[in-house]
C-alpha cells in the first residue's frame, strides 16, 4: 500500500524508519474531559490541541500486524493488540504548527514490546492478558478488544455498517485521526517527537459499542466521572500500513 504524506504535518522522510506495521480495525470511543485534568499529561512545548474549542481524549483499541522494528520481524512480536487512552496536542516549531497526539496509558499483551516502547520513546507502556475479536460479514463488521486487570477482563467493542467511506473533511473523524505526531516528556526540559505516516483512512458507520472498563485502576481516579458516561462520539476506523520514524529531542 502507497504511504501518503499531508506536507503542513508529516514527517520529514530523512529520518529513519524504526517501526513499520499494519494498524487494523481502530476502535475510538472519545470523551470531552476538563482541561485541567489534562495539564500533566501535556508534554513541554506543546499545548492541548481542542476540537470546537473541547478537550477530548479517546479510548482506542487497535490490531498490530506484520509489525517490524528496524526493519526486522521479531518472533511471536508482529501481530498483537493495543488499547490505549490518549489526548490531542499541538507544537509550534517556529514556522508551522504540528498536530500530534500524547498518551495517558498504552496497554499490549507482551512485556518486550512495553520494555522496549518506554526506554526508546518514554511511553507509557504496561502487559497485560489481551485478546481480540473480529467477526464479518457482508452487512456487518464487529470487533472488539478484550484485557485482563487485577482478573477481571475490560472490554471495548463496537458493531458497525460494512460499507466503509473516507474520512470528509471538518469531521470529527478528522481532527481525531489526522494526527501525524507523537508527543512524549523526556524530562520537564525535553520532549521526545516522532513522525507517523499512513494514508488517509476509511470509516465504518457505527452502529453500536459496548465499554467496560476499570477506569479508576486504568487511568486514575480523576478520569472516572468523565469516562464512566457515554461517549460523545464512538467511531471505527478500517486502518492501513504505518510508518513510525525514529524520534528526535525538542528542547528549550
Known amino acids: 500500500m502507497t504511504i501518503t504524506k499531508n506536507m503542513t504535518e508529516t514527517t520529514p522522510s530523512s529520518r529513519k524508519i524504526f517501526l513499520s506495521a499494519q494498524w487494523e480495525q481502530l476502535i475510538m470511543l472519545n ?66 504548527w504540528k498536530r500530534g497526539v500524547a498518551f495517558i496509558s498504552e496497554i499490549v499483551p507482551k512485556h518486550i514490546i512495553a520494555w522496549m516502547a518506554n526506554g ?57 485521526f489526522e494526527h501525524y505526531w507523537g508527543y512524549n516528556e523526556l524530562n520537564p526540559k525535553t520532549t521526545i517527537e516522532y513522525g507517523v505516516e499512513h494514508p488517509r483512512w476509511q470509516v465504518y458507520p457505527v452502529t453500536s459499542f459496548e465499554a467496560n472498563y476499570d477506569i479508576e485502576n486504568l487511568y486514575g481516579k480523576h478520569f472516572v466521572p468523565y469516562l464512566a458516561v457515554a461517549p460523545q462520539s464512538v467511531f471505527l476506523a478500517k486502518g492501513s500500513a504505518v510508518v513510525v520514524r525514529k524520534p528526535r529531542n525538542i528542547k528549550g
Open 120 to 176: 526508546l520513546y518514554n511511553e507509557h507502556y504496561h502487559a497485560m492478558p489481551m485478546r481480540h475479536h473480529i467477526a464479518e460479514t457482508p452487512n456487518n463488521i464487529t470487533v472488539g478488544y478484550d484485557w485482563k486487570l487485577r482478573g477481571n477482563w475490560n472490554t471495548l467493542k463496537a458493531t458497525a455498517a460494512n460499507t466503509p467511506s473516507l474520512i470528509l473533511p471538518g469531521t470529527e473523524e478528522e481532527f481525531i
Open 31 to 96: 470523551y470531552k474531559v476538563p482541561p485541567e485534568i489534562l495539564q500533566p499529561y501535556i508534554p513541554p512545548f506543546t499545548e492541548l490541541d481542542l476540537w470546537n474549542g473541547k478537550a477530548i481524549v479517546s479510548v482506542v483499541g487497535f490490531m498490530f500486524a506484520h509489525t517490524r522494528v528496524l526493519g526486522i520481524k521479531w518472533p511471536f512480536h508482529t501481530h498483537f493488540e493495543e488499547v490505549n487512552l490518549r489526548l490531542y496536542v499541538k507544537h509550534f516549531d517556529g514556522q508551522r
